[in-house]
């Protein structure tokens, strides 16, 4: 597909268990950043990749949550010993520049969307 | 705080009907603002985008303002359809920043 892809659209974790959580961008897009959306919320920054590197990672919310671009395109997100408060949506954007300005824009995936019970 | 915030939370309105969503922003020095739709259970896709110079942008039903003199926004919805009922998130960007400042949105519900 064209767009970026995230799987799985929903998973349901008991507290304590560990996730992943995957991100297909575009192909081709240098960036790609993770956020945390909570009901009735924006969108909060987590991650951020320029290729496989990973430039900033400010946004996570504890070492709980760890995320990785191998290669420099299929990401991942990874929440190890889910608590309640992570249960949120999780969505992926991709941009095929890491620049700012008026041709940046950042494309968003369908999101999962997480609940820890 | 938040760099941006919208008003109102949510609101209801009647097909065919108008309305119009507010957005003020702190962010500096800006760059750009989108105005994003989020379907639920979708992420947001970009309905429109200003920078410093441009002070009206449409996109079919959709128009948005910018005043960047006073930094606020507005989406305004004409003719409204039960499509239109979705999320509708305010994003700045700063010209020294890659990461985006959202609003926390408004929930806009179209009824038959």
């Known amino acids: 597909g064209a767009g970026v892809s995230q799987s799985p659209r929903y998973k349901v974790a008991k507290r304590g268990q560990d996730v992943a959580l995957r991100c297909d961008p575009i192909?081709?897009?240098?960036?790609l950043f993770w956020y945390q959306q909570a009901l009735g919320q924006g969108p909060e920054f987590l991650t951020y990749f320029q290729n496989e590197a990973q430039l900033d990672k400010s946004g996570l919310p504890s070492d709980r949550f760890f995320a990785e671009r191998p290669e420099g395109s299929v990401s991942t997100l990874k929440i190890q010993r889910t608590q309640q408060e992570d249960s949120a949506v999780y969505l992926c954007a991709s941009s095929l520049t890491p620049g700012q300005g008026r041709s940046y824009e950042q494309y968003f995936g369908p999101g999962t969307r997480l609940t820890v019970t | 705080k938040n760099q941006v915030e919208q008003s109102p939370q949510s609101l209801i309105i009647l097909e065919g009907k108008n309305c119009t969503l507010q957005c003020n922003y702190t962010v500096s020095p800006f760059s750009n603002l989108r105005w994003y739709k989020q379907d639920t259970g979708r992420g947001p896709v970009s309905l429109t985008i200003?920078?410093?110079?441009?002070n009206t942008k449409s996109n079919g039903r959709y128009t948005a303002t910018l005043d960047a003199d006073t930094k606020q926004s507005s989406l305004h919805i004409t003719a409204s359809q039960l499509s239109d009922s979705a999320s509708y998130i305010c994003?700045?960007?700063?010209?020294?920043?890659?990461?985006?400042?959202f609003g926390a949105g408004t929930t806009v519900t179209v009824r038959a």
């Open positions: 200003m920078t410093f110079s441009e």
């Open positions: 994003v700045v960007s700063a010209s020294n920043d890659y990461k985006l400042s």
């Open positions: 192909s081709g897009h240098v960036s």
